[in-house]
């Protein structure tokens, strides 16, 4: 028995650069979307130019445009454009992540695209979305990660304002549009209409601050660096140990009992000063360099074996090369190997949704440039191969 992929006979049209865009095209090809990704003739994607590089290929291009075809288009060229017009009504979905008003200009934005196919969901990936007075300002994930207010919660203290390791702005932008066309197309199913997806990087930013903007609206105090703890829990952060770093998590009274008994210190859930998670957050100055003694005395891999065996939440700070070989990660296939035609055997991360009938698939390496010229300008724009060659001596592919 054959199965099905979740997304198979959905088809993308790609115009994505960079990450934002091509992240999300990534989801929906990992869950079995046919994603054609539309790229500059002669250069691609900027990101193909982004190292650490395998030979003349980048690793980072290659990362988030698996599962994914390639064709050249020369949109400054007409030809080109009404290339795209004619492959329109055989795809679902049209992703761009340029700057607002680009593909309108080329005559390929929405308004114009619907006109040639109903049904098509169209999503825009931008910094600032098309509306409001930054909507064409040009954004990359340092500037929203810094507008979007999560660098004034991120670092030690205010002094140091600090960017999240992983370019987050850019990856909730994918994930949300990703969501966004699931939506779009669940719609679809039940009304026959396509529709336009509008995700701003910046909106996302401003959507995954959760506690941080509720607390300012309910304390009228503005949130600010706190290092690794939580500013409404305790404890909850980071400890030194005799080898190095341990993260606890104590979500409520009843793990900070077993918790105490299990180092000793049964008197401390008893301390008015720590008897709740209200006592033990306002007092946190006071009960800090009481944990740290205590962390000390142990080295981490002890200390996650005796919490865990009473079941206090905590865990080690892996740095890359442990979390790549953690066996939890491995057993979820979160590492894959991909054989790529240039550069050989490459291992990326996997697909994390997990689905029991159609799961997601790493099935094929990101595509060479152009590589899938012929099989899809002939299938989709009817074009001969004489045409083709035409096209590309003149550069319009």
Known sequence: MISLKALEGIRVLDFTRVLAGPFCTMVLADLGAEVVKVERPGVGDDSRAFGPFIGQESAYFMSINRNKKSITLNLKDQRAVEIVKKMIPHF????????????????????S????????????????????????LPAYDLIVQGMGGIMSITGPDEQHPTKVGSSIADIFAGVFCAIGILAALNHREK???????????????????????????????????????????APFATFKTQDGFI???????????????????????????????????????????????????DNTAAWIEKLRSVGVPCGPINNIEQLVNDPQVLE?????????????????????????????KIEKPAPLLGGDNEEILTRFAGLSKEELKTLQEEEVI
């Open 332 to 360: 979820r296939e979160m590492i894959v190997e991909v054989e790529h035609p240039v550069a050989g055997n490459l291992k990326m991360p996997g697909c994390p949704i997990k689905m029991s009938k159609t799961p997601g």
């Open 113 to 136: 695209l619907k006109e040639l196919n109903p049904r098509l969901i169209y999503a825009s990936s931008s910094g600032f979305g098309h509306t409001g007075p930054y909507s064409q």
């Open 191 to 233: 009304t026959g209409e396509g529709q336009k997806v509008d995700v701003s990087m910046l909106d996302c930013q401003v959507a995954i601050l959760e506690n941080a903007i509720s607390r300012y609206f309910v304390t009228g105090k503005i949130p600010t660096p706190i290092g690794n703890r939580h500013p409404s829990i």
């Open 92 to 111: 679902d979905v049209v992703v761009e992540n340029f700057r607002p008003g680009v593909m309108d200009r080329l005559g390929l934005g929405y308004e």
């Open 247 to 297: 993260n606890i998590a104590i979500g409520n009274d009843f793990i900070w009992n077993r918790f105490c008994n299990l180092v000793g210190r049964p008197e401390l859930a008893e301390d008015s000063r720590f008897i709740s998670n209200e006592a033990r957050n306002n007092n946190w100055e006071e009960l800090e360099p009481i944990l740290e003694e205590i962390m000390a005395k």
